[in-house]
């Protein structure tokens, strides 16, 4: 079963960065979309960023010209780049993949399994 590995997150204070990246653990046909969706404690899980194979970017309004998405094609990895980090950044931040593992199964969402981000002074 394919798995998304997420790394980075952890503790930042306010307007430092933090680093986050996220890869498929086993060879995937194909990857419609990735990215990274956050949920703070009390609230519903939001979108924070996605990127399209084709290369259309989606930016949540809160993390706009703070954040930036990339990717690493030849390694199916996605980044997730947080400069200006403010504390109601704190989330567990989740990483998204709409993949196609095999070619006989249809594509589908896939999560990774959550990294903490704390952002305090």
């Known amino acids: 079963q394919v798995q998304l590995v997420e790394t980075g997150g952890g503790l930042a204070q306010p307007g430092g960065s933090l680093r986050l990246s996220c890869a498929p653990s086993?060879?995937?046909?194909?990857?419609?979309?990735m990215g990274w969706y956050r949920q703070a404690p009390g609230k519903q899980r939001e979108m924070v960023s996605l990127?399209?194979?084709?290369?259309?970017?989606r930016y949540a309004e809160s993390v706009k010209g703070r954040f930036t998405i990339s990717t690493e094609p030849a390694n199916n990895t996605v980044f997730l780049q947080m400069n200006s980090v403010k504390p109601e950044d704190t989330a567990i931040y989740y990483c998204?993949?709409?993949?196609?593992?095999?070619?006989?199964?249809?594509?589908?969402?896939?999560w990774g399994q959550g990294t903490q981000v704390t952002v305090s002074s």
């Open positions: 998204n993949a709409n993949m196609r593992r095999a070619w006989n199964v249809d594509s589908r969402d896939y």
């Open positions: 990127i399209h194979s084709g290369g259309v970017v």
């Open positions: 086993d060879i995937v046909v194909s990857i419609n979309y």
